[in-house]
């Protein structure tokens, strides 16, 4: 009965969302509606505890009651609830304690225990800040609120639980995940593999076959948003190849997970944070979208260039990839493209992203009629929708509990605290006041996912990061990036254990490989806060100024891919892969005299390189020469 109950309203929750596009909603009401669908979801579908996997438990029904009838509460009182926040009555105060409570709980079971203790925290820091002055912490001491104000702020206002954050994963996020869903049941997943694997998996010796899960996972990272179910899907189809091709099973999932997680900075679904950017920064989705474009591209020919590298010393062989040439694929299916240039095109129409990327599934589901085995009517549409919404169940949780973070923040006035701390550590420097952000975002992004590290960084380290002359949109999009790539960052990082388990590789070498395949990645952010060139990256400026920004820092990849593993034409040594590595360095920091000296070392290296493997040939034809040498 509680499959039952739950599959109809995970499909409902999506008919719901897909009907706000459409419609009319009070949002306020809208957000607290869908809060509602999907933690009754979270509490049938993820289980409390190992033991209780099988069914739905007392203790799960007795959740579902509670939190029903706690977020009715504000619905069947609306018109004087919303003017209470300041003076909450009692009945306020108990159904909003016990909103927080079911949503931490319902974040625990979808993303594990440190987000609700981290959050548990934060409102454990705005009833007792005055305490702070007793143990030397004056700089992050308060006045201290009581209970009332604290749910105040949580359960009753726009900064709290049903803030920014939750109205992003209730619009934007829960469409674009129905949109991944309708996608991957259309037969357009399978489509990007195949057609990159016979696009590119037959070249390059025994690199192909990273080469084509490289370019894989940039297609596929259009319609996912998810660098884990990228990494799964990659690797569920894409291992045996590599396999094949003798790929060691560490290197393999260090390929599979390298590639995945770029699907989480992949216009035009992208991941979760941004379209919170989006929001937080009052400007459209398509200037999000757009400002990603370079970074993302230049992340997948970053880890293109690093895996071929590592391949190309390892000897790894060419392996037969199919029989259907990319034209054949193309000319069959081709039409898959569509949705990678739909919603662009609608947002430049001047269509708002909720109704570029309505229309853009009407569409998705019209083309698979294409196909009568992939056809989404009306069983398989249906899982669709049951798929996205289940999808977006730990997101909205994430959301939530990250919304009580960031309304303890603001009420605390701890976000400037924090911002004043990291400038006042760096001495007001912005190089140091950029790096120790990135530290603390890294950090931040080992306790808490992707989506939530952004949020709280938002408010807590953006602000030290303008302060020091970082624009906001390069200060936003830095985080972004580095919390994005928090997640194969040792010592937890999610998509190499993901990948570890599909190619039986050790776990922790296959994070220590995925995090040498993505450290060029971790450079490139700070081109766009360090200079004002480097904003170029992200398409704000002249065109002469993104263009000189994405050619030196293409080079500066390049650099850094040799430097970093090992290899140009052929092995480099120590003393090349260091300058190499300079080189990238100085190309990042975008300047005239930075990339002309970056230009200068890399040639240098580039003909110390030749010359030596020169010599080396020549030594293995003439035993005299080598002698003498």
């Known amino acids: 009965m509680a499959g039952g109950i739950g599959t109809v309203l995970a499909i409902g929750l999506s008919l719901y969302a897909l009907y706000w596009v459409v419609a009319i909603v009070q949002p306020f009401v809208y957000r607290i509606t869908f809060l509602l669908l999907a933690l009754v979801l979270s509490f049938l579908f993820y289980p409390a505890g190992a033991r209780d996997r099988v069914r739905v438990t007392f203790v799960d029904w007795t959740l579902v009651v509670l939190t029903c009838l706690a977020l009715a509460w504000p619905i069947v009182d609306f018109e004087e609830f919303i003017y209470r926040a300041a003076d909450p009555t009692a009945i306020d105060v108990a159904t909003g304690l016990i909103v927080i409570v079911a949503v931490l709980e319902a974040t625990r079971r979808t993303t594990g225990w440190i987000l609700p203790v981290t959050a548990a925290a934060f409102l454990t820091y705005a009833f007792y800040g005055p305490l702070l002055d007793l143990v030397g912490l004056s700089m992050l001491a308060h006045r201290g609120y009581d209970p009332q104000r604290i749910v105040g702020t949580s359960f009753m206002t726009l900064e709290g639980i049903f803030g920014v954050p939750l109205d992003v994963a209730a619009t934007y996020i829960i469409l674009f995940s129905l949109y991944g869903a309708i996608l991957t049941a259309s037969g357009a997943g399978r489509f990007f593999l195949d057609w990159s694997m016979a696009a590119v998996g037959r070249s390059g010796g025994g690199a192909g076959p990273g080469r084509a899960v490289t370019i894989a996972g940039l297609l596929l990272g259009t319609i996912s948003g998810s660098g884990v179910a990228n990494t799964v899907t990659l690797g569920s189809v894409a291992w045996p190849l590599l396999r094949r091709a003798q790929y060691p099973a560490e290197m393999g999932g260090a390929v599979l997970s390298a590639a995945g997680i770029g699907a989480i900075i992949c216009p035009p679904a992208l991941g979760a944070a941004a379209f919170i950017i989006a929001e937080l920064l009052r400007i459209s989705y398509l200037q999000v979208l757009v400002m990603a474009v370079i970074p993302a591209v230049l992340y997948f020919f970053s880890i293109f260039l690093m895996i071929e590298a590592d391949t190309r010393r390892a000897a790894a062989r060419p392996v037969e990839v199919g029989a259907e040439s990319v034209w054949q694929i193309t000319r069959r299916s081709g039409y898959h493209f ?292």
């Open 338 to 629: 569509l949705a990678l240039v739909g919603i662009p095109v609608m947002l430049l129409m001047g269509m708002t992203a909720f109704r570029a990327v309505f229309y853009s599934m009407l569409i998705a589901v019209a083309l698979s009629l294409v196909d009568r085995a992939n056809a989404l009517w009306p069983r398989r549409l249906l899982q669709a929708l049951y798929t996205g919404a289940r999808n977006v169940l730990p997101i909205a949780a994430t959301t939530a509990t990250a919304g009580i973070i960031v309304g303890v923040v603001t009420l605390t006035g701890l976000g400037l605290k924090i911002a004043g701390l990291i400038v006042a550590l760096a001495g007001g420097q912005l190089f140091l006041t950029v790096l120790y952000s990135a530290v603390a975002v890294l950090m931040l992004g080992l306790a808490v996912p992707v989506t939530a590290s952004y949020i709280i960084a938002a408010v807590m380290v953006a602000p030290a990061m303008i302060q020091v002359g970082v624009p906001e949109l390069g200060a936003h999009m830095f985080i972004f990036y580095y919390a994005v790539l928090s997640e194969v960052s040792p010592p937890t990082a999610l998509s190499p254990f993901a990948a570890a388990a599909i190619t039986g590789g050790r776990p922790f070498p296959t994070m220590m490989l995925t995090w040498k395949y993505t450290l060029p990645a971790f450079v490139f952010p700070f081109a766009f806060t360090l200079s004002p060139q480097g904003m170029g990256l992200l398409m704000q400026g002249t065109a002469a100024t993104v263009a000189v920004a994405t050619g030196t820092a293409a080079i500066a990849i390049l650099a850094l891919a040799a430097g970093l593993g090992g290899w140009m034409r052929g092995a480099a040594n120590g003393i090349e892969r260091a300058l190499a590595v300079a080189a990238g360095l100085l190309l990042f920091h975008a300047g005239s005299w930075t990339d002309a000296a970056g230009l200068a070392l890399f040639a240098v290296t580039l003909v110390m390189h030749m010359v030596r493997l020169r010599s080396l040939r020549r030594a293995r034809k003439d035993p005299a020469y080598a002698r003498e040498v």
